[in-house]
């Protein structure tokens, strides 16, 4: 059958954006397509499938994300920007209420993060330090310690946002250590059941800059929900200060963010881009996975050089 999808990004993350409020579009088994959509050497490429479903009697709409193996997170905050502006568009809205996997959140058309960047607000949490949703298996939070039984000795912080986080400050990010952990929490060891999204943050003067090892997907250009983490983990740690606006930035780019901290409900606001490339449809074979045909129908050189210049 052919579908019809956006390829889009926030902050670098890409993903290809569907149209699923129809329920029948919304049952198919993404996770069957998922790989050879997002496959680097296809043509398409992407982090992930992004599904706008439809919403229900407390939600507007609905957000599914449908990671390259095929895997079901809880969230995706990149992926959640693009949806909503997706759903904003839709219904002929400036704010809604968005159903995630195991959660929800408020998002907003936000003023332009750069001029001519479509730059949508949202409002996640509460973050949460607990072991048991993190899947974490130690016996209390670990907040900028060492954490027994990982084969790194480095002090991390452990919550979820909803997705599980391991953040770790650091002066300098060595990528291939992040790598190598990231890859050994992939392997769903007994310490982490579940995977984990795995960051290395370093604390600059103009805010923070976050790469992360995102489960599921490996290394990105950026993970909302870990910029999300890493400025709720470093209020908690003291090296910002909660109810603060910074910058965070990636390898694909930036975001505005806020994180409220225990007095505010533990929530973080990200404000950052959603980014149109293009409009296109393509040929796909549930049963095996197959992808072709792509037929680019519309481009959106605006958005790209918009994006451009905020980067630049």
């Not at 990010?173 to 929490?185: F, K, M, S």
């Not at 007095?263 to 404000?271: P, Q």
């Amino acid at each position: 059958m052919r579908i019809d999808f956006v390829k889009c990004h926030g902050s670098g993350n890409d993903f290809a954006l569907i149209d699923a409020r129809d329920r029948m579009v919304a049952a198919l088994d993404w996770a069957a397509i998922a790989p050879g959509l997002c496959d680097r050497d296809g043509p398409v490429g992407a982090d992930g499938i992004l599904l706008l479903v439809a919403g229900d009697h407390a939600h507007d709409f609905g957000m599914r994300i449908v990671n390259a193996d095929g895997s079901e997170p809880e969230t995706c905050l990149n992926g959640l920007r693009c949806v909503a502006r997706a759903g904003l568009d839709a219904l002929g809205m400036d704010t809604a209420r968005v159903k995630l996997r195991t959660s929800s959140a408020d998002v907003a058309r936000e003023a332009d993060l750069a001029p001519g960047v479509a730059t949508i607000r949202t409002r996640a949490g509460p973050a949460s330090a607990d072991p048991r949703a993190v899947g974490l298996h130690v016996a209390s939070p670990v907040i900028d310690a060492p954490i027994p039984g990982l084969p790194n000795p480095r002090a991390f912080t452990a919550l979820a946002m909803p997705n599980p986080h391991l953040i770790a400050f650091v002066d300098r990010i060595d990528v291939a250590e992040l790598v190598a952990l990231g890859q050994w929490c992939e392997a769903r060891p007994a310490l982490l059941a579940d995977r984990a999204n795995v960051s290395f943050c370093e604390a600059r003067d103009d805010g923070l800059f976050v790469q992360t090892f995102e489960r599921g997907v490996g290394l990105t250009n950026a993970c909302g929900s870990a910029m999300a983490g890493a400025t709720h983990a470093a209020g908690l740690t003291g090296r910002i200060a909660f109810d603060s606006d910074i910058t965070v930035h990636n390898p694909g780019g930036r975001v505005r963010a806020r994180a409220t901290g225990p007095a505010g409900g533990d929530a973080v606001t990200i404000a950052g881009n959603a980014t149109w490339l293009y409009a296109a449809t393509a040929q796909v074979d549930f049963a095996s996975g197959a992808i072709g045909g792509v037929e680019i129908q519309r481009r959106y050189p605006q958005e790209e050089a918009a994006w451009a210049a905020a980067r630049a």
